[in-house]
């Protein structure tokens, strides 16, 4: 515990009242306040002919603003220099703070933490749940705990020195993210070239067939169908991260059908690397191939794996990279040539591509849960800090 007093914000805070007349012939940069916690921010430039405001009230660097009709949902914090200069509507309350008496960024700090802004938002009045305001006088009668000059900017020092340290892991995690997501693609690359040699090479055509199966918006079909596009494949993985329900009635234009087990490709844009095994019947775009791999030569799971990689993606994008809008079309598809050793080699070289999958995979899921351990920590750090404890 500590023996800090708590001061009513109306003692350390002064309303600043800046409001002036807008010139209809003036660009005025417009602040904003971001939701829970997060602080001020640079809006849209306007001219003062484009908006009906008849005053504007001016903000400066350090000043603490909230907006009234947000109070509820966190919308506090102290203008950060680029801010400096910047306008705001009557909806915003600004403040000049008592610099000899509370630190700026001991207050912003103070309004990161979540009970904090929540308690003093709970006092917003009115029957509109989403237009609910705070009124200044309500606001200002709130308490702060208060120690001394010294150790609010101790406490500062303090949360800034662990901040950044969260920043570094976090970035760490980040960098670590992007190498997990490649390794398997460098991997794949590295062991397709290794089999070049001693295999043959053949067209890519050779190991699939196309399935031009179309459903069009004149075959007067009805119904929902299952529609898989582009959006809904995760580049590199091969992963399904979503569908959409149509309804066959209200088709636009033409899909091409898949089934399990077929490799639907996005041709468009093929730097994209979307290539994914279906796991159910449905409908793509026309701008995705539906290939069937030929299964008395060529494993599925290889063949896509081969797809995924770099072996497979160079060359696709090689062959299309002069184009403004880049096309795979199905002749330069054909033409790529992909190592096809027998399919017991093949089976290997899935099951131990499956493996390193695998361990991808739950390298993931331990980095999005250290992910969520570390965004917990700055409110837990936050509400020591203003405990005393830190």
Known sequence: ????????????????????????LTEYRFAGTFSFGRGIFVGETKSGSTFRLPKIQRVKSGDFIYCKIMAWEGAFGVAPPDVDG????????????????LDPK???YYFKIKSVWKQIGSQSTGTNVRRRSL??????????????????????????????????????????????????????????????????????????????????PVDGKTGELRFIGLQHIESHTGKRIGEDRLLAEEL??????????????GYL???????????????????????????????TQYLAYFMRSNAFLYQAIELTHNLILPRLRTALLQSINIPLPPLAEQRRIVAYLDSLQAQVDRLKVLQAQTAAELEALLPAILDRAFKGEL
């Open 1 to 24: 515990m500590n023996n800090w007093k708590t001061v009513k914000l109306g003692d350390v805070l002064r309303r600043a009242d800046r409001f002036e007349e807008k010139d209809e």
């Open 86 to 101: 910047c306008v705001l509507s009557g909806a915003f309350v600004v403040y000049e703070i008592d610099k000899e008496l």
């Open 106 to 108: 001991y207050l912003d």
């Open 135 to 216: 009124h200044p006088d309500q606001f200002e009668i709130a308490e702060i705990p208060l120690p001394p000059l010294s150790e609010q900017r101790r406490i500062v020092a303090k949360i800034e020195q662990l901040a950044a340290k969260i920043e570094e892991a976090r970035g760490l995690r980040e960098h670590n993210g992007e190498i997990a997501g490649k390794f398997l693609g460098t991997l794949s690359t590295n062991l397709f070239k290794t089999i070049t040699t001693p295999h043959s090479i053949i067209p890519f055509g050779k190991t699939v067939s196309f399935r031009n199966d179309l459903i069009r």
């Open 252 to 265: 636009t234009g033409r899909k091409f059908k898949f089934s399990p087990n077929e490799i639907v490709y």
């Open 269 to 299: 844009r093929p730097y994209l690397n979307k290539v994914w095994i279906a796991d159910c019947e449905g409908f793509c775009s026309v701008d995705q191939y539906v290939l069937r791999p030929k299964l008395e030569i060529v494993e």
